[in-house]
């Protein structure tokens, strides 16, 4: 599962091959309807969605954004010893922190590599370094905020003694036409930097385009019914995710999660299959859209799987495979030469996607919680628990300011979901 997510986002989505010339030519003007081994799909017709111009647009400069992280990859790094550090530069550090003379917990580090300016630390940590010397040790005179996390050190003064080591540059590789055939014809099939840009610009739309109108359509399609073995995997999957990145982001167990922000098990549960109904739909769709056009072939499958290669920096899809599982590898591929097909398949109607409305249902609390385990990146500042603290603190003041008809509403919502 976590393959399929992260791959659905990287930068390969958008350099699957263009596939508005494979397949059938059918315009699906009946529905389909056939046994698939997740469940019975009823397709959509595929000219029940459209895309608008906008979503088409690829400017130049977005071709030479994605270009340039895609050298970024390719990037080496230099050790500088002397000189002076400035505001974006990448260093290393040595410090150690006291207050009153004596060392406090969490206080030192060795070889921490920081973007000066950009560190997270305490303020006046970073600034207080701009300018100096590499190879220079610095005292820096500084206080704790009063609302810092943890409470021995809340609105302490302390000295931080820092010793700049280095600046580490990073040099970017240069865009030629035979950095492009080292690079990328592999698994691009190009080898000018002409033919990489057209590559990408027209990668980028059709990305664009497929990202626009898949949920639509997805919509549009009707599950008729789902395996059951399927979906009680699915939903284990999901609860093994989402249980395991509890631990590691808040280091809590499920129960105490739950417990935490005012959760039932079962109302958790239900979310899950849920979602677990909407991944299997959009299996199923994908499965019966690529067997109904014939989209899938070996050359098909090999170039698909090496541009994925070039994302994950391994050599073959048999590494891939090795990395991620096969039947991981063969969804992602599969995902992404149907939605790109489909994209090059609709209709382009002049103008922009009008905005939908806002929903006025209330929020749904174990929706939340699944939404919260996605949320990966933390501040530097505050540690673990306390993000959880935060969260359900804020929850309860939510709770707290909410209409005598708002909370009616929530608990006939929660009752109504417990009961089905």
């Known amino acids: 599962m976590n393959f399929k997510k992260i791959a659905t986002l990287s930068l390969c989505v958008c350099m699957s091959l263009s596939l508005a010339s494979c397949g059938s030519k059918s315009d699906n003007k009946k529905d389909t309807k056939k046994k698939v081994t997740k469940g019975e799909i009823v397709l959509a017709d595929y000219n029940s969605v459209k895309a608008y111009s906008k979503e088409a647009e690829v400017t130049d400069d977005t071709v030479q954004t994605t270009i340039d992280k895609l050298l970024d990859n390719y990037s080496t790094t ?5 000189g002076k550090v400035k505001r974006g530069d990448k260093i290393s550090i040595d410090y150690i922190g006291k207050i009153d003379g004596v060392a406090f917990d969490g206080g030192t580090a060795q070889d921490q590599e920081i973007t000066l300016g950009y ?3 305490i303020d006046g940590f970073d600034d207080g370094l701009e300018g100096k010397k590499i190879g220079e040790t610095v005292d820096l005179n500084l206080q704790f905020p009063d609302d810092y996390q943890k409470e021995e050190l809340k609105g302490k003064k302390c000295v931080f003694t820092v010793t700049i080591k280095k600046k580490i540059d990073k040099e970017v590789p240069k865009l030629d036409d035979k950095f492009v055939q080292d690079k990328f014809k592999k698994y691009y099939g190009v080898s000018t930097v002409k033919e990489l840009k057209e590559f990408m610009k027209n990668k980028l739309r059709t990305t664009q385009i497929s990202n626009a109108i898949w949920k639509d359509y997805v919509d549009k399609c009707e599950a008729k019914s789902y395996d059951s073995k399927e979906m009680d995997k699915t939903v284990k999957e999901m609860q093994t995710y989402y249980e395991s990145v509890y631990q590691s982001q ?3 167990d499920l129960d105490t999660y739950l417990k935490a922000m005012n959760l039932e098990k079962k109302a958790w549960i239900n979310n899950l299959k849920d979602e677990a109904k909407k991944e299997l739909k959009e299996n199923m769709i994908v499965e019966e859209i690529a067997k109904k056009e014939k989209l899938m072939n070996d050359d098909i499958y ?3 799987g090496l541009m994925y290669c070039q994302s994950y920096q391994v050599e073959s ?14 969804y992602v ?3 992404t030469v149907v ?14 996607r009008p905005t939908e409305a806002p929903s006025e249902t209330g929020s749904n609390k174990s929706t939340e919680a699944t939404t919260e385990a996605k949320k990966s990146k933390k501040s530097k500042k505050k540690d673990a628990t306390e993000e959880v603290t935060e969260a359900i603190t804020e929850k309860k003041s939510e709770k707290e300011t909410e209409s005598e008809t708002e909370k009616s509403a929530e608990k006939d919502s929660e009752s109504e979901t417990e009961s089905k």
Do not use: C, R
Request: charged content about 40%; aromatic content about 12%.
């Open 317 to 330: 899809v048999e590494d891939l495979i090795s990395k991620f599982g096969k039947e991981k590898v063969d």
């Open 339 to 352: 939605t790109e097909w489909l994209a090059n398949k609709v209709e382009i109607v002049k103008g922009e």
């Open 250 to 252: 808040y280091q809590v």
């Open 302 to 304: 090999k170039k698909v």
């Open 119 to 121: 560190s997270g630390y």
């Open 78 to 82: 230099k050790d500088v010893t002397e």
């Open 333 to 335: 591929i599969k995902y």
